[in-house]
Structures are given as C-alpha cells and as structure tokens.
C-alpha cells in the first residue's frame, strides 16, 4: 500500500522529485531518467535505466516494467495489464499508443512502434462460457525493427530482426525477419526488405 502512495504523488511531480519517489517506492531508475509531470506508474517491480524519458501523460499499470537506456514512451500512451512491458536499450514506444500487457510484450534492442498503434495480448473481451473465442499469447518485437503509425498487433505474434510494417498494418501472424508487411490484415507474402549499409568512412 505504502508503495501504491509514493507512486500516486509521484505522478504530480517532474523529475528529479518523481524520479525520487519511485525510488523509495522501490524502483531502480538509473542516472539521468526523466519523467515529466502527469505520469502514473504502477508496476510491482520497476527498473528504469539511464536516460530513458517517459513523457507527460503516459499511463502504466503493469506487474514488471523495464525501460532500457535511451529508450522512450511518448505522451498518452497507455500500458495495462497482468503481465509485463520489457523494452531493451534505445527503444521508442510513440504518442497515443495503447499496449494490453494481459500477456508479456517484448521489445529488443532499437526497436520501434510509431505513434497510435495498438499492440493487444488478447484477442476477445467477449464471455468464452458463450462460445467466443478465447486467445492469449505474448508479443515480440526484436531487434530493430519499425512498427509504423496505426499499426495492431495481434496476440502471439513475433516480428523477425530488421522487419518493417507499413502504415495502417493489421498483423494478426508471426512476420520473419528482414521483411516489410502492409495491409489490413497484412498479407504475409511480404516484400524482402535490403539494405545497404553505409560504410564507417562515408559517415
């Protein structure tokens, strides 16, 4: 309970004095977090690492929360759920994004989702006793990949390292890596994506 209350005042707070507060609300958050005004975390256990910035609004509720270094929430975003949001180090999660956290979502290292896109680890709110249908799974999004603007993402489903969906994509199934997806739901006979590195000498 004690807890709960350190993380409500926080919420009325701008950093460093919410950042202080969730610390002896028992969060690790490292140095230079900065969380603005108007941000309410409710996570059981909490580990926000160096330089991460949640923005004004953001709403979490949660049973574990990790924000890696450099990683980022944008302004009202919601975050809800019986389990929990990894993010890995220099993730983005944009403005007005809603992300159910009914089962694990993950996000690797430099990974993206862009601004009003909702990710779901459920797929029905309807009673399965009247024979809807009932499905739950996790989602995982690895390393460097971009989940454009008004993207959904469906439960269980897994996109492969360096993938990219379009705007407006409805992802429903697991997508391999290096692939770029659009449609509503998205056609898996996806275009490969290339790409060309720039040389060290040519930046």
């Known amino acids: 309970m004690f807890r709960i209350i350190l993380q409500i005042i926080a919420f009325f707070f701008t950093s460093p004095f ?3 507060l969730l610390r002896l609300a028992g969060g690790k958050l490292g140095k230079g977090v900065k ?5 309410l975390i409710l996570a059981r256990r909490m580990e926000i690492r160096d330089r991460a910035v949640i923005k004004f609004g953001v709403m979490i509720n949660v049973r574990k ?3 890696g270094r450099k990683s980022k929430i944008g302004f009202h975003t919601l975050i809800k759920g019986a389990s929990d949001l990894i993010m890995e ?4 999660i944009g403005p007005r994004c809603m992300l159910n956290c009914s089962r694990e979502i993950r996000m690797e290292y430099y990974s993206g989702i862009g601004p009003g896109s909702y990710l779901y680890t459920h797929g029905s709110g309807m009673p399965v ?3 809807y249908r009932s499905v739950f799974g996790p989602i995982h999004i690895k390393s460097k990949v971009w989940v454009s603007m008004r993207c959904v993402i469906g439960p269980g489903v897994t996109i492969g390292d360096m993938s990219c969906l379009m ?8 997508l391999v890596e290096k692939r770029v ?4 739901p998205a056609d898996l006979k996806s275009v490969p994506l290339f790409l060309v ?3 060290d000498d040519k930046l």
């Open 65 to 67: 929360l990790v924000v």
């Open 197 to 199: 590195p720039i040389p």
């Open 89 to 92: 180090d220099a993730c983005i």
């Open 35 to 39: 969380i603005h005004p108007g941000v």
């Open 129 to 131: 006793t009247e024979g």
């Open 18 to 20: 919410n950042v202080w």
């Open 167 to 174: 705007p407006g994509t409805i992802l429903v199934e697991s």
């Open 181 to 184: 997806a659009s449609g509503t």
